[in-house]
């Protein structure tokens, strides 16, 4: 089959099948819980990279400018506004965002993990027995489970603030040798973003796949990821590029509400970042069905005559 067949054949699945799993309905669910787990989930790495780095320092700061590039303004205002109180008293911050977390992040990470096995058509092994004691199992593990994702978020940060130092110093020794060396001269204001964007990228698109590994209840081989995490990354840096550029204003329609309009941008930030989200998920769902690792064996000549129709249902 002719590759632009292909991707035809696979956007063509990807957006029925995104339709018939209600994904706008999921969204919705999606950024209700996550506007209660957005402010203890931010406000915990805050706390873990004040221990190792102390408040008020660079590095600090650079995830405070980080917030501020990937959230609309209107939404960054309320989320900035809600973290200054908080860390009015930062030791008594830290210790009501632990405890909060454990109840309210699992929220938003156990209606993410619903929503992807009801695009992988599968249930939690958990949820299969009914009785009391498994219940109490599968809501620990949700606790337990937000918290090792917040954790390795707080590491990722960690890590992309040191590869933007490694960058800088790397930067900083090539212009010294070029200097010393009379090689032409290094453009710093341009190359640093590419640099800096591209870690961000490369670092963006491993999350996503780490989370289409883990998130549905089923094994999901790393062949069948690469593509819908490299697509699901496109399109998030797509949509905070138009969101950075006024393309999609999505402050000036709820500024009249005031803060409850900050409310709402950021919601339906949530919201569009969740629809991209899922149509990764459903593409990396087809992608494996098709191409991958799930695809079915080549058909009979008997069962050639199978209506494409019924494929599509079979797939689905």
Not at 89 to 97: E, K, L, P, Q
Not at 220 to 243: K, P, R
Not at 294 to 304: H, K, L, Q, T
Request: contains cysteine; neutral net charge; aromatic residues 12%.
């Amino acid at each position: 089959m002719p590759w632009k067949s292909r991707w035809v054949k696979l956007i063509g699945r990807t957006c029925l099948k995104w339709q018939q799993d209600d994904c706008l309905s999921m969204g919705a669910a999606l950024a209700y819980y996550a506007l209660f787990s957005l402010f203890p989930i931010i406000l915990v790495i805050l706390s873990i990279v004040g221990i190792f780095i102390g408040p008020n320092t660079y590095a600090y700061n650079q995830i405070i400018v980080f917030t501020s590039q990937a959230l609309p303004p209107d939404a960054f205002e309320v989320v900035q506004e809600t973290l200054l109180r908080l860390h009015e008293d930062s030791t008594g911050a830290s210790i009501v965002g632990f405890i909060v977390l454990l109840f309210t992040a699992s929220g938003f990470f156990g209606a993410l993990s619903r929503s992807f096995d009801k695009i992988w058509r599968t249930e939690s092994s958990l949820g299969k027995r009914g009785h009391i004691v498994w219940a109490v199992v599968n809501v620990v593990w949700q606790r337990l489970f937000a918290f090792i994702l917040v954790l390795s978020s707080t590491s990722l940060i960690f890590l992309s603030l040191l590869l933007n130092i490694a960058i800088d110093m790397f930067l900083a020794i090539l212009e010294q040798f070029s200097s010393q060396l009379a090689l032409p001269p290094i453009d710093q204001v341009t190359l640093l973003p590419w640099l800096q964007w591209g870690v961000s990228f490369v670092l963006l698109t491993l999350v996503v796949m780490v989370l289409f590994k883990v998130l549905p209840s089923t094994r999901v081989a790393w062949g069948d990821i690469w593509l819908g995490a490299l697509v699901t990354a496109l399109l998030l840096v797509g949509l905070q590029q138009l969101i950075s550029n006024s393309v999609i204003s999505l402050g000036s329609r709820f500024r009249s509400y005031g803060v409850i309009g900050g409310v709402m941008v950021l919601m339906l930030w949530i919201y569009l970042t969740s629809q991209v989200f899922f149509f990764g998920g459903e593409l990396t769902y087809v992608y494996a069905r098709l191409f991958g690792s799930r695809r079915p064996p080549p058909m009979d000549p008997e069962s050639a005559s199978v209506s494409d129709g019924e494929r599509v249902d079979s797939l689905t």
